[in-house]
């Protein structure tokens, strides 16, 4: 019965336009009241104490690092220098777009952020080089993608909290799946840009390939940074997000000298609202959680799956395949909220490694960003593309494709994740 409450009232409480927040908040209630223990007080515990996290620090921080890029002349110098490299050969704006995907990646984490810097960048330039604007901008959706996986992201810092697992760990491990997915893209680009009429850009000069990666090195020195300093132990991922957001300013302010000063009360303003949904969702999450843990729900769904158990492969096809059916009308945040802390004790019992298993639920909530009919970054690239759902939605399948591809390979093969993760470990 627990269950069927859980379910209905959340299913319910979204129906009817509820936000995700207070959704989460109702289905503790309802259960609560179910289980005949409704107490306001543990309701207000249970959500302060979601909020109240020392690795979410780093969701404010990576925030304003990932605004403070964009305007401050980072991302727009990582896009010369993949434009300086690859812009040349046939469809070379889309192998800029997704090189400049992954380098973007490991500067914020953030899908929304990387989409819509890009999208703004490059699909009037793609357009105006004779490239189909609705394919160049599925392109550009589907590089965005990338963003939760390659650390730093979000994305595992939500799951990591909601879970209990390594987030150090999540980082290093999403860093060989995020390139795998870059790939994926080039190749699904290659296929389609065969068949276009398209002259490249002309050839870059040794002196201008040279000047834009020096010009661009400030940028692409922040991901080494980060990564060299979660590997060694020299700061954790909280300390790593006030290493990334301290060292876009000073790049932006003093050698770039892009953003003003006066810029940047609205660039903190920004990362601010942005923060809160992300801090309130995890706040209102943690009633429900609570409320999970207590009606035992994990262990049912254990019962449930228990003939699962023995055949890992099959059962993580299973949870992924109800990820992708979640993902199609729930946001990245509210999916890992809900779902993973329910799902982890059934991947444990079954001896799936868990940093494995979260590489693994990022990457399809990640897709999910780019799956109708909700999809996060098809409406953010549409409206800075200036296009209908419709359009981009036609636009983005070839794409869509390729990424489930390389998720379906990474469930059939774990050690494509494990062996990069031993080695960087």
């Given at each position: ?48 104490n ?55 990646a ?103 390939i ?54 940047i ?5 920004s ?28 262990f ?42 329910v ?19 990022i ?22 593309g ?40």
């Amino acid at each position: 019965m627990a269950v069927t409450i859980f379910i209905t009232s959340l299913i319910g409480t979204i129906a009817l336009g509820l936000p995700i927040a207070f959704a989460l908040l109702l289905v503790g209630v309802a259960m609560m009241m179910h289980l005949d223990m409704f107490d306001a007080q543990i309701v207000a515990q249970n959500l302060i104490n979601g909020a109240n996290s020392f690795p979410l620090l780093a969701v404010p921080f990576f925030m304003l690092a990932g605004e403070i890029m964009n305007a401050g002349g980072l991302s727009k110098r990582i896009v010369n220098i993949a434009l300086a490299t690859v812009g040349h050969v046939k469809g070379g704006l889309g192998y800029v777009a997704i090189l400049a995907s992954c380098i973007l990646a490991s500067l914020s984490g953030s899908a929304v952020a990387d989409a819509a810097a890009l999208s703004a960048l490059l699909v009037p330039m793609m357009v105006a080089a004779g490239h189909d604007r609705k394919r160049s901008a599925g392109l550009i959706a589907a590089g965005g993608i990338i963003g939760p996986v390659i650390p730093p992201s979000i994305g595992f810092i939500v799951f990591g909290v909601a879970t209990g697992v390594s987030i150090s760990k999540l980082f290093l491990a999403g860093i060989f799946p995020g390139l795998m997915m870059g790939l994926a893209l080039a190749a699904a680009w290659w296929i389609y840009s065969r068949s276009e009429d398209v002259q490249p850009q002309p050839k870059k000069s040794a002196r201008e390939i040279r000047r834009a990666v020096i010009e661009g090195s400030w940028a692409l020195g922040l991901p080494l940074i980060i990564i060299l300093g979660l590997k060694f132990g020299i700061f954790t991922p909280t300390e790593a997000a006030v290493v990334a957001a301290v060292y876009a300013l000073f790049v932006a302010i003093v050698i770039y000298r892009e953003l003003k000063l006066s810029q940047i009360y609205d660039v903190v303003v920004s990362a601010a609202k942005t923060t809160s949904v992300v801090m309130l969702l995890v706040a209102a999450a943690m009633v429900s959680s609570w409320m999970v843990t207590v009606a035992e729900l994990p262990f049912l769904l254990v019962e449930l799956l228990e003939p699962l158990l023995d055949s890992p492969t099959l059962l993580l096809l299973a949870i992924m395949i109800t990820i992708i059916l979640v993902g199609t009308s729930m946001d990245m945040t509210p999916t890992i909220l809900i779902l993973a802390p329910v799902l982890m004790p059934v991947v444990k019992a079954a001896g799936i490694d868990p940093v494995y298993f979260g590489v693994l639920f990022i990457i399809n909530t990640s897709i999910g960003l780019i799956t109708p009919p909700v999809g996060t970054v098809l409406n953010v690239v549409a409206g800075t593309g200036k296009m209908s759902m419709d359009e981009i939605v036609r636009g983005v399948w070839p794409f869509l494709l390729a990424q489930f591809a390389v998720l379906f390979l990474l469930v059939l093969f774990p050690e494509l994740i494990l062996t990069p993760l031993r080695w960087l470990t």
